[in-house]
């Protein structure tokens, strides 16, 4: 653990979600296989904490994200959600959304790669949980949906319409926000949404060999890699740049800069200890 966190240990049993780890990688299992793994505000809750948890965990160096049963996660839980937040104030709606936020944000700022293994469906706040992770893993079965206008509501939500035009463009993501409709695995690869098309009922397998493959490389350059890639989103290239000087500069003094040095000049792999 990092010697900067608080007095309480690692939460050791979670309600809404399944998680495990071994060999440096974090597998994280949505568990409501007969709800289609639909999130409620506990699961919404559980995410965001663990996801803390484990960034402060120097041992975590890969994440898998999946959905346990037959798709990866339908959303929002229409019964426990959708009817609750009818009764709902707008302070306590307001609350809500920020959480839903908070889940985005903890994917995307915790510093170490995230990979979705997708099959099924992955719709709603699903599917936007699946965009933010760095890499999305998946079989012919899977079909994203952003069904937030279905609903009523704006497709901007959760960090959807800041996320998807800067993965598939602002042409594809306008029709997949606006109108709703289901996009399928080949089409999903084909537009970028898919890292990965693996053979059907493969996307676990492929997604932990990935992670692994992650876990056994240098960690602190992945890390700095991801925070780059989400800081410079929105910066000019002249502070991009600089940025980009400023965290080699820092990494070059590290020890995996120097230790693949030594291993190139004396034949061998790297020993890479992520510092």
């Known amino acids: 653990m990092s010697p900067f966190t608080g007095s309480a240990a690692r939460t050791s049993d979670w309600r809404h979600l399944r998680c495990s780890l071994a060999d440096g990688v974090a597998t994280v299992t949505l568990a409501r296989p007969d709800k289609l793994n639909a999130l409620t505000f506990g699961a919404y809750a559980d995410l965001r904490d663990l996801l803390a948890e484990l960034s402060r965990e120097r041992s975590v160096r890969a994440l898998v994200l999946a959905g346990e049963g037959r798709g990866f996660c339908s959303g929002g839980d229409v019964d426990e959600i959708i009817g609750a937040t009818l009764g709902m104030d707008t302070a306590q709606l307001l609350d809500f959304n920020r959480m839903t936020g908070q889940v985005v944000r903890a994917v995307r700022e915790c510093p170490f790669p995230v ?17 933010a992770a760095d890499f999305r893993v998946a079989d012919p079965t899977a079909r994203f949906s952003f069904l937030f206008t279905r609903v009523g509501l704006s497709g901007g939500d959760m960090g959807a319409a800041y996320l998807l035009p800067r993965v598939v463009g602002l042409g594809h993501a ?17 537009i970028g949404l898919i890292s990965r098309l693996t053979d059907e009922g493969e996307a676990d397998t492929a997604a932990h060999a990935l992670a692994h493959r992650l876990a056994e490389g240098p960690a602190l350059a992945h890390a700095q890699t991801k925070a780059l890639l989400t800081a410079e989103l929105d910066m000019p290239l002249a502070a991009a740049v600089e940025l980009d000087a400023a965290t080699q500069a820092l990494l070059m003094n590290g020890e995996d800069y120097a230790e693949f040095h030594a291993a190139f000049t004396q034949k061998r792999p790297p020993k890479w200890r992520g510092r």
């Open 174 to 190: 306008t029709r997949l926000l606006m109108l709703g409709d289901p996009v399928h695995a080949a089409e999903a690869e084909r």
């Open 115 to 131: 990979i979705a293994a997708v099959h099924g469906v992955a719709a709603g706040a699903g599917a936007v949980l699946a965009l």
